[in-house]
C-alpha cells in the first residue's frame, strides 16, 4: 500500500457483532463499538492530519509517522489527557490501568480491517470522498463528516 | 560538573526536562537530576492506582530508567537544600549528610505541595492528601466499606472520591464553594457532574466549611461550621496546590519566569508546579500546577540551554476527565479564570439530556473557552474544533 491511507469508517454497516474488537491485538482494544439509538458508533482514531492530539501533547508521545499514522509511544506518555481534550473523535481515551489508549494502524495492517465481514472499517483511498488524495487538515475532514 | 546541567527535582518536569536537553544534543553525562524520590511516576494515574490496584510499575515513567541507562546522573534520595547563585552551588541532603553540587545551568523543578488550610486536626492520623503513592498506598490499606470524607471538590478530590467509591467505600464530598469544581466549570456544568456523583452513592456538599477534623490520635470524623458531623475512618484533603518555590523565594509565591522559563538569576530556570507559565490567550502569566504546562515548558527550558531561541506565546489549558461516568472537558479558560485575568464577556450554556456545553466569550465576542461534560459513548468533536478556533483567534496576538 502506498503511504497516503486512510481507515474509513461507515457506522451505518456495522452491526456490533465486535469482530474488530476482539481482532485489536492491544492489551486494551483501541476500537469501540457502543450502541446508538439507531445502530452502532464506531470509535476509533482516524489519524487526522494534522492531528489536534499531537499539537496539544507537550511530552512528545504523539507524532505522526511517515505513512500518516498518529503514533503514541506509552513510555513517553504521562496520561495528562490533553490528547483526549482535544480529541474530536473521542479516540484517544484513558485505559483502565490509567495508561491512554489509541490505534496504531498495526503497523499499516490494521487487525479490525481484516476482521470486519461488513465492510464498516476499509482502509485505503476513497478517490470518491477526496481524502486519500491529499491528507486534509482537521478542520476540513470535520466539515465533510459535517461537525463544523 | 561544571557547565553542566542540574535539575532539582525528580517528577514530570525534571524527567522531560532531560528528555528534550538529550534531544537537543545535550550530552546526558552532563545532566544531574536531584531527585527525592525515583523513579518518578505520574500523578495523573494515582486514581487508577487506587481503583484498578495497578501495580506501581504502571504509573511510573519508563523515561525514569531509559535516563539513567543514557548516562544521566541520577542522586536519587536526595534533596536541594540551598541555593548560591553567585557561586552557582546547589546545597544537598543526602542520607549520610550534606553536600554542594555545581551547575552551569540550573532548572527547579521542584514541584507543588498539597495545600493544608489551617483546620484544628488536619494533623491527625488517617487525614491524606491526593498527591503521591504513599496516600494511595494508605487509602488501598483501608478496609471494605471504610467511610471517607474528601474535602475540596476540584478534580483532585472528585477523582480520589470515584476511585474510594468503585473500592465499596462510603463518600461524603465537602466543598466550601457554591458549587463543585467551581475554577473549572460553569455552574449548569458543575451540576450535571454532582447529579451523577449522587446516582453512584457520593454524598456531596457544597457551600460547607469544615470546622474541625475529629479524633485523638486516630481520624474519627469531620464537624461543619453549622455543627453537623460525619463519622471518617480517613480524610483526603484535596484543597489545591501551593508551589515549592523555597529555593528561589521566601514567600511561597510560584517563581517568576520569563517566557523560556529563565528566572532572574543567571543561568537558573523554574518550571513546572513551582513556577509561573504563560497563558495563550491572554499572554498573562498565571499559576497552573497542571501536567501539560510543566511538559510545555520542558521544552522551552531546553531550547534555550542549548542556545536556541524560544518565541513562544503560552499554553492553552486543555484539560479532560473522566469522573466515573462522565467526562469532562475543559479547553482554553474558564468563566471563572477570565474573569480574574479582566477578559470575561459571555458565557453561552445549552444541554441535553446526557451533555451541557458552555462557550466562553471576551467582550469582543471572541471565542476563549469551551467546556463540555457528557454521559454515555458521544463524540465530543466540539473541543478539536475549539481549540482550533482559539489557536486561530488569537494566535496573532500582539506581543
Known sequence: MSGKQLLHILPERCTGCMDCVKACPMEEPAIRIPKTPGGWDIVVCRHCSPAPCVDACKFGALWVKEDGTVFLAKELCTSCKACAAVCPFGAVFLGPTGEMVKCDLCNGEPKCVEACKEGALLYGGTPDKGLARERKPVRELLSIRGFV | ?399
Not at chain 2, 339 to 367: I, M, P, Q, T, Y
Request: one cysteine or more; hydrophobic letters at 40%.
Open chain 2, 1 to 399: 560538573m561544571s557547565g553542566g546541567t542540574v535539575i532539582v527535582g525528580g517528577g514530570i518536569g525534571g524527567v522531560y526536562t532531560a528528555m528534550n536537553l538529550i534531544r537537543e544534543g545535550f550530552p546526558p553525562e552532563k545532566i544531574t537530576i536531584i531527585a527525592r524520590e525515583w523513579p518518578a511516576y505520574s500523578r495523573h494515574r494515582l486514581a487508577e492506582f487506587l481503583s484498578s490496584k495497578v501495580p506501581f510499575g504502571r504509573i511510573a515513567l519508563g523515561l525514569s530508567k531509559r535516563l539513567s541507562w543514557m548516562g544521566v546522573r541520577v542522586l536519587a534520595g536526595t534533596e536541594a537544600i540551598s541555593l548560591d547563585t553567585a557561586e552557582k552551588t546547589v546545597g544537598i541532603k543526602t542520607n549520610g549528610g550534606t553536600s554542594e553540587v555545581e551547575y552551569g545551568n540550573l532548572v527547579v523543578a521542584t514541584g507543588g505541595r498539597p495545600f493544608l488550610p489551617p483546620i484544628p486536626g488536619v494533623g491527625l492520623k488517617g487525614v491524606v492528601t491526593f498527591h503521591g503513592s504513599n496516600d494511595v498506598e494508605f487509602l488501598s490499606s483501608l478496609p471494605g466499606g471504610s467511610r471517607t470524607v474528601v474535602i475540596g471538590a476540584g478534580l483532585v478530590g472528585l477523582t480520589a472520591a470515584v476511585a474510594l467509591r468503585k473500592l465499596g467505600h462510603g463518600v461524603t464530598v465537602i466543598e466550601a464553594r457554591g458549587r463543585i469544581l467551581p475554577n473549572l466549570l460553569e455552574g449548569p456544568l458543575a451540576e450535571f457532574v454532582g447529579d451523577h456523583l449522587t446516582r453512584l452513592g457520593i454524598q456531596v456538599l457544597t457551600s460547607s466549611l469544615v470546622e474541625e477534623v475529629e479524633g485523638d490520635e486516630w481520624v474519627e470524623g469531620v464537624r461543619l461550621r453549622g455543627g453537623e458531623e460525619f463519622w471518617a475512618k480517613s480524610v483526603v484533603m484535596a484543597t489545591g496546590v501551593r508551589p515549592n518555590s523555597g529555593l528561589l523565594r521566601r514567600d511561597g509565591r510560584p517563581i517568576e519566569v520569563d517566557e523560556a522559563g529563565r528566572t532572574g538569576f543567571p543561568g537558573v530556570y523554574a518550571l513546572g508546579d513551582c513556577a509561573m507559565s504563560r497563558d495563550f490567550i491572554t499572554g498573562e502569566f498565571v499559576y497552573r500546577p497542571l501536567g501539560f504546562v510543566a511538559g510545555h515548558y520542558a521544552q522551552l527550558v531546553a531550547r534555550a540551554i542549548v542556545g536556541r531561541a524560544v518565541a513562544d506565546r503560552g499554553v492553552i489549558p486543555t484539560v479532560y476527565e473522566a469522573i466515573g461516568p462522565v467526562e469532562v472537558y475543559a479547553v482554553g479558560l474558564g468563566g471563572a479564570e477570565a474573569e480574574k485575568l479582566g477578559v470575561l464577556g459571555d458565557v453561552e450554556v445549552e444541554g441535553g439530556e446526557n451533555w451541557r456545553e458552555a462557550r466562553v466569550f471576551d467582550a469582543d465576542g471572541r471565542l476563549i473557552g469551551w467546556e463540555r461534560v457528557q454521559s454515555g459513548h458521544l463524540h465530543s468533536v466540539g473541543s478539536a474544533n475549539a481549540y482550533l478556533r482559539i489557536r486561530e483567534l488569537h494566535g496573532g496576538r500582539a506581543e
